[in-house]
């Protein structure tokens, strides 16, 4: 059958012109804009509520966290499909998640905010797939994602199917994770197995007196064991960041907490085949800091901030410290140096003289490999006594715990540079990214000490016999620890044996990486194929 010019003519509808009727579309457009006016003011009572609550609404939190004005909403209308008795016929639109796009700082970002306002932003079947939406755009998007949690969990009218939406959530995390950016901003309660989407995330923030996350809250925990306690000391944000290390970032409240996110998502690649985002170079090159020969005590067990080492390293001394209250001996850190983007890792001698310790040992291996999954190249900076001794921390599984930062640095292929600031024992140097796990640039200051362990005691070990029987066993002491010293710890003695490239002049640090880091910039090496390595979880 062959189509004539007639039926390619567009068919008049309500008149003699062509297309809709103006008045008509006027109405339609009206209703639309009615509803939407309806569904983005919400529930004023509710609404009150999250106010007096000390909280922000899921929308005033999104026009905080984006640019203004480039939140793109997907799924404003979507509902449950049918009212059924269980939630008293209720359907509101957007089922208690808004959902979306927009750009932070002009880099686009995929979103969802949990909205308590509606059915306390518990996850049902409708609210889960808009979240699984938006998660499998980002991920075809190549584009970072921030879920703003503030959830009563499982919808319990919703009985398994709220079950299935989050394992829908938690697969796709995983999916996603080493491929984009994923960050968790609790904001409200996050009770129940909801809190493993944070806790799958690449970067949870919490917000002090209104976050709160567990699996098993208060009441339950009280019917159970009779044990009384209150949500905050249970789940609170300085639980989280400081005990479990589930939290990366605290805040005091929501707006500086969103600008926080809005600082890290600006040092992030969208994804894992991309660069990080990098300023133009900032002359760090020809950068001289005198400041950094008078932070350093040169003798090695005094303590000193190795924050203030970071500050005259990068950019404006601007950096972005994640799991500041947990496991503060050894500081992670995203900054930039000559404008592009490194991840820090720096042994902290002011808390527990930095020594590495099982929770300092995983927070280290996490970021490291979050760095390398991102082609975020990795600056360490060594000042390390050696392991914690003790029973506590061999009970703790301090060998399996230290293993994860050996695996993750042994297999991370970004650019590496170590710089030995002073000290460097034991097992301790050789995890701190040491030339023999695969370092690719190694510098050292003139008052570094590398060996297996300190002068005083390596000679208890070595020299006990000989110490028992001498007349003077303190005068021999000292001259052994001297002799030790000057044979097996002086600071040419790697240099010499090729396990550091350069000493350099403390002062000249931020110079030296800016180059090393030049050095490195293409740097490509491709893995053996395999399935996956087996890390000590
Ligand atoms: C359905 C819920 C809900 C839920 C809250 N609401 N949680 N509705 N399912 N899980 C509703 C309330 O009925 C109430 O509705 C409104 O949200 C606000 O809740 P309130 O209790 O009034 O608020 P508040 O006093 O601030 O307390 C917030 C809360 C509390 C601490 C979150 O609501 C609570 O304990 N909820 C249950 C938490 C929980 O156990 N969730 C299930 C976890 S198990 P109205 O109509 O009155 O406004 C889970 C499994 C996931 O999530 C498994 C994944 C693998």
């Excluded at 197995?193 to 209104?210: E, H, I, K, N, Q």
């Excluded at 900076?381 to 042994?410: N, S, W």
């Amino acid at each position: 059958m062959s189509v004539s010019e007639a039926d390619l003519r567009p068919v008049p509808v309500h008149g003699t012109e062509p297309g809709p009727d103006p008045r008509t579309m006027a109405v339609l457009r009206r209703e639309r804009d009615a509803l939407r006016d309806r569904v983005e003011a919400g529930d004023p009572s509710g609404v009150g509520r999250q106010h007096d609550l000390g909280k922000r609404t899921a929308r005033e939190r999104l026009d905080r966290l984006l640019d203004e004005g480039s939140f793109v909403e997907l799924g404003m209308f979507r509902r449950r499909r049918e009212a059924g008795p269980e939630t008293e016929g209720r359907r509101p639109h957007t089922d208690g998640v808004v959902t979306g796009a927009g750009t932070i700082y002009g880099r686009r970002v995929f979103v969802y905010a949990q909205d308590f306002t509606i059915l306390g932003g518990s996850l049902g079947a409708e609210h889960a797939r808009k979240i699984h939406r938006v998660m499998d755009l980002a991920l075809d998007a190549g584009a970072p994602l921030v879920a703003l949690n503030d959830s009563g969990g499982a919808r319990i009218q919703e009985g398994v199917a709220a079950l299935d939406g989050y394992g829908g959530i938690f697969r796709r995390q995983v999916a996603a994770s080493g491929v984009i950016p994923q960050i968790s901003v609790v904001l409200g309660p996050c009770a129940g197995g909801a809190a493993y989407s944070p806790a799958l995330a690449d970067f949870t923030f919490m917000v002090r007196g209104t976050a709160k996350m567990y699996l098993t809250g208060p009441d339950v925990i009280a019917a159970v064991s009779g044990e009384r306690v209150g949500h905050d000391e249970l789940g609170g944000a300085d639980v989280h960041g400081g005990r479990t290390g589930v939290a990366a970032v605290v805040h005091d409240d929501e707006d500086e907490c969103l600008e926080d996110v809005r600082h890290l998502v600006s040092l992030l690649p969208g994804n894992n085949l991309e660069a990080p985002p990098a300023d133009p170079p900032t002359g760090a090159r020809e950068d001289v800091r005198p400041r950094l020969a008078e932070i350093v005590p040169v003798e090695p067990h005094r303590p000193y901030d190795m924050r203030d080492v970071i500050g005259e390293l990068v950019d404006g001394g601007d950096f972005f410290e994640v799991h500041e209250g947990w496991a503060p001996n050894v500081l992670c850190a995203l900054a930039r140096v000559d404008g592009a983007v490194v991840g820090i890792v720096g042994n902290q001698p002011m808390v527990l003289a930095g020594v590495l310790d099982s929770d300092a040992s995983q927070k280290a291996a996490r970021f490291v490999r979050f760095c390398d999954a991102f082609n975020i190249p990795l600056v360490t900076l060594v000042d390390v006594p050696g392991f914690m001794p003790g029973t506590a921390q061999e009970h703790a599984g301090v060998i399996r715990h230290g293993a994860k930062l050996l695996y993750a640095y042994c297999e991370a292929t970004v650019p590496r540079v170590q710089v030995i600031v002073r000290k460097a024992y034991g097992g301790a140097y050789i995890v701190m990214d040491s030339r023999s796990i695969g370092t690719d640039l190694s510098l050292a200051w003139p008052c570094n000490e590398v060996a297996v362990m300190g002068a005083e005691g390596a000679v208890n070990v070595v020299h006990r016999r000989e110490l028992r029987a001498a007349a003077d066993p303190e005068a021999r002491r000292r001259e052994l620890v001297a002799d030790y010293r000057e044979r097996l710890m002086h600071p040419y003695r790697s240099p010499e044996e090729g396990f550091v490239d350069h000493v350099i002049d403390p002062v000249d640090t931020r110079a030296a990486l800016a180059d090393g880091l030049a050095l490195l910039r293409d740097k490509r090496r491709e893995r053996p194929r395999r399935k996956h390595g087996n890390v000590p979880l």
